[in-house]
């Protein structure tokens, strides 16, 4: 059974920073590239961050330079490192694990940037 599981959001000044994590079962993790993905209150689902099975990276264009993809095949886990954080980055934070045709998505984990 594929599981994605996100945790590390949390409540945050503007400027200071978290680090998202990613946690993988049921695939096999290394064959698949990993995008975070977020969603604040009425707007839609937008990627963040991309990540692929053999390591190139894109990035929204809002994030470039303040967020930074990255993965640990060993421990099946997907890192999201975000700094420089603004209050427009508050989202909702999804991990999403695409192979082929093959689509998974977590719960999903809250950011919210705010003095």
């Known amino acids: 059974q594929v599981q994605l599981v996100e945790s590390g959001g949390g409540l945050v000044q503007p400027g200071g920073s978290l680090r998202l994590s990613c946690a993988a079962s049921g695939f096999i993790f290394r064959n698949y590239d990993f995008r975070w993905y977020r969603q604040a209150p009425g707007k839609e689902r937008n990627l963040v961050a991309a990540l692929t099975s053999v390591g190139d990276t894109n990035y929204g264009d809002s994030v470039k330079g303040r967020f930074t993809i990255s993965r640990d095949n060993a421990k099946n886990t997907v890192y999201l490192q975000m700094n420089s954080l603004k209050p427009e980055d508050t989202a909702v934070y999804y991990c999403?694990?695409?192979?082929?045709?093959?689509?998974?998505w977590g719960q999903g984990t809250q950011v919210t940037v705010s003095s």
């Open positions: 999403n694990a695409v192979w082929l045709s093959s689509q998974n």
